[in-house]
């Protein structure tokens, strides 16, 4: 119980952890000092297993030092993402989140495009899905569940119409 609670990533006292900072910081800066934390955290607990000599504590450490190290690519990743520019007219219904603006969604022709700007049809083989994904939560909506009671918009002659 007492090693579970240790503020190292994956374990549960670096959840904990991650859960406060995420209410100051934010998703992707909350999970970085996290994994910052776990890192140390695994470099302290390195040291005592040398000294222990207690090569099952070792192999835990190994795999709390890699989880650490991918919670902070992933975390890294998701500051990128948030960098990112954005669709303000489009919420996804299920996490809050504007879904983002670029040929980040591909078709079953293999084309890739933003289904955003283009009515939600494939620019090159002119076909619609009923849903879109979202990048965030990875929910596949309804379309028309991306748009608020204004309307479904579309574009049309260079500009975005509400119909």
């Known amino acids: 119980l007492v090693f579970n609670m240790l503020p190292v990533y994956p374990l549960d006292g670096g959840q904990i952890l991650r859960a406060l900072a995420w209410c100051v ?12 934390v776990g890192l140390i955290g695994c470099a302290l607990l390195a040291a005592v297993t040398l000294w222990a000599g207690d090569w099952w504590l070792g192999i835990m450490v190994a795999f709390m030092a890699m989880q650490s190290l991918a919670a902070l690519r992933a975390g890294r990743a ?3 993402l948030d960098k990112l520019p954005r669709h303000p007219h489009a919420t996804c219904p299920q996490c809050k ?17 933003d289904p955003f700007t283009t009515g939600h049809r494939c620019p090159n083989c002119n076909a619609s899905a009923p849903t879109t994904s979202c990048p965030f939560c990875r929910a596949d909506v309804p379309v028309l569940r991306w748009y608020g009671p204004a309307g479904f918009p ?3 002659a260079g500009r975005e119409e509400v119909i």
Do not use: E
């Open 25 to 36: 910081m934010g998703r992707a800066p909350s999970l970085i000092f996290a994994a910052i």
């Open 78 to 80: 998701m500051m990128r």
């Open 97 to 113: 989140n504007s879904p983002l603006a670029g040929p980040y969604w591909r078709c079953s022709c293999g084309a890739r495009f």
């Open 154 to 156: 579309v574009a049309a």
